[in-house]
């Protein structure tokens, strides 16, 4: 990894470090063999160093799946990118992948962690948007929904009357 790599260099788009987060146990969470291949390091070199400094890491902040999640999140991908692991992933929350810019100290980790807490933070918009949006929806057909009711009544009423009308015969009688 050459040491001149500047944070401008290291970056990385937002579309792959979203396509990178899955919801496991309720959180949004990104997998240390992603992580690692994000931050260009061994998905080995990436636990060490948590390992190596895991009071930073509070069960919040990292998990490893259970056999059960696994098989759930292998099976949503069609093509695996799962392939010959020995142990099962680790899960890092937000919290835990923005620890680990303390614990990988390159330029790329740092620039790398930069961008994924900058697409944790845009989701995390656009889901309280969505929210938002949902919301006023909600309160719109609350609102107008007596007012609604009365269009549609209305059509219901012009339909009756048309059925009721006897129906001419066409044709030769």
Do not use: C, H
Request: proline residues 2%; glycine residues 4%; without cysteine.
């Amino acid at each position: 990894m050459d040491s001149k790599l500047t944070a401008r260099q290291a970056l990385i788009e937002y579309e792959i470090v979203v396509s990178k987060i899955a919801v496991v146990r309720g959180q949004r969470v990104m997998f240390s063999q992603d992580l690692a291949s994000l931050f260009g390091v061994e998905t080995r070199v990436l636990m060490q160093a948590v390992q190596r400094n895991i009071e930073r890491f509070p069960p919040d902040f990292l998990f490893q799946l259970t056999d059960q999640e696994f098989a759930i999140l292998k099976s949503q991908f069609v093509t695996s990118s799962w392939g010959g692991i020995r142990k099962l992933p680790f899960a890092f929350s937000e919290q835990g992948v923005a620890m680990l810019s303390s614990v990988l100290r390159s330029k790329r980790a740092v620039a790398v962690n930069i961008e994924i807490m900058r697409a944790f933070v845009r989701m995390r918009a656009l889901i309280d948007g969505n929210r938002t949006l949902a919301k006023k929806i909600n309160d719109l057909e609350q609102k107008y929904d007596k007012q609604f009711k009365v269009v549609f009544q209305a059509i219901y009423d012009l339909m009756d009357d048309r059925e009721k009308k006897p129906k001419r015969k066409i044709g030769f009688v």
